[in-house]
């Protein structure tokens, strides 16, 4: 049997008249850049969220650099988040010409760890990004209150749990904004590229509407900008699949719950935990080996047996070769438990399309390994 990691074509599939259709308006709208699709979709991803705004751009790391430069944080500041991130977090810090400072993540969830952040807090800090690891919120609420105290700027890296929530909390709801990514293998993917944030904050909506657009928001009238915006036939893609995204949620939880019963007997991994009150969209189902040496042999095991398991991210953001790469970056504190995670994860195929049979031959694969470990 071979198991695949994404389900795209399938997706598709499910849901090809809607997504047709919408591709269909938009050709024959003849409005393709900045049209009443990517309206319509700023409209619908606003209203998703609960907030005032939503800007279309390019991609979820424009999102996260272009939020910084309109909160004006840019060379000589600095931004907290966590190493075990996508890389894309760091990037961004580093092109809006920002220091990246990384503390470590929470043991359990890996998301950043609120208990580390204000020991990295100098007079030159002025953001923390929380990314959303795997589809679980970060603690928002901790973050928040530091951020508060501090007199910090907060951007939610949302690019993995669209449609969670934390206890008490929504995305979006606590901070200044909320980055999204929509290339495809998100949980909210279209084919291809594309970005979104959302937000409360009126300025951040403009700016961000001109710097997307050459600096200008009236034909022939510019300031300063970038070429960053969301076509409209990824809008129109995009509007069709968020009908779905709750119920696509729901079946990754499904298929994590099945994973959690199958694997729980297993001694040479751990699994994921869904925090109290919080609902983990699994983007990820990422478990991680006790023994960090064992992993590259695990995730061998899995793919020569036709399961398509990958790792996020095996390389921490401050091991990757040639780091900084000249750019402002500090490690604050121990960051062992980034490392770990670095060292051991592995993720399972997840996505809504699954099917049981499939599930249930990627647990039986992994207890086979874990067998014979022990
Ligand atoms: C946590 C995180 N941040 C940022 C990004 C960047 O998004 P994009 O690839 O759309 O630029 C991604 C995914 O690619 C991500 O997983």
Redesign the pocket.
Same mark, same amino acid.
């Given at each position: 049997m071979k198991v695949e990691f994404y389900g795209h074509v399938r997706q598709y599939h499910n849901i090809k008249s809607e997504i047709d259709q919408n591709i269909q308006t938009v050709l024959e709208s003849s409005q393709y850049v900045m049209g009443p699709m990517l309206k319509r979709l700023e409209g619908e991803l606003a209203a998703y969220h609960g907030t005032k705004y939503a800007v279309g751009v390019g991609?979820?790391? #424009?999102a *996260?650099w272009l939020s910084l430069m309109a909160l004006g944080i840019g060379p000589g500041d600095e931004v907290i988040t966590h190493p075990n991130?996508?890389f894309?977090?760091a990037e961004?810090i580093w092109i809006a010409g920002a220091t990246a400072v990384f503390v470590d993540c929470d043991p359990q969830t890996k998301c950043i760890d609120p208990a580390k952040i204000e020991a990295a807090i100098t007079s030159k800090t002025k953001a923390i990004i929380p990314?959303h690891?795997y589809g679980q919120c970060a603690d928002m609420k901790a973050i928040t209150e530091i951020a508060k105290k501090h007199k910090l700027h907060v951007i939610e #890296?949302n690019?993995?749990a669209i449609g969670a929530y934390g206890d008490g909390f929504k995305i979006g709801e606590l901070s200044d904004a909320t980055?999204v990514?929509? *290339?495809i293998q998100?949980n909210l993917g279209t084919f291809g #590229?594309?970005?979104a944030l959302v937000t409360n904050n009126e300025k951040i909506d403009s700016t961000i509407r001109k710097l997307r657009n050459h600096g200008s928001n009236a034909r022939n009238v510019h300031s300063y900008g970038f070429n960053s915006r969301l076509d409209d036939l990824h809008a129109g893609i995009l509007s069709a699949k968020l009908r779905h995204i709750d119920a696509w949620n729901d079946s990754r939880r499904k298929w994590a719950a099945r994973y959690t019963a199958g694997l729980k007997g297993a001694k040479s991994f751990t699994l994921p935990q869904e925090r109290k009150n919080y609902r983990h969209v699994f983007h990820l189902y990422v478990i991680e080996t006790k023994k960090p040496e064992q992993r590259d042999g695990f995730v061998k095991f899995l793919n020569d047996n036709g399961v398509d398991a990958k790792t996020h991210y095996s390389i921490a953001i401050h091991k990757q070769a040639g780091y900084p790469w000249g750019k402002g970056a500090r490690i604050a504190g121990s960051v062992a438990n980034a490392e770990r995670n670095a060292a051991s994860c592995v993720s399972l195929p997840m996505f809504p399309e699954l099917t049981e049979q499939e599930v249930d031959y990627v647990v039986a694969k992994c207890m086979e390994w874990d067998k014979a470990q022990n």
């Open positions: 991609n979820g790391t #424009d *996260i991130t996508f894309a977090t961004a990314v690891l #890296d690019a993995q980055t990514s929509f *290339i998100k #590229d594309g970005g």
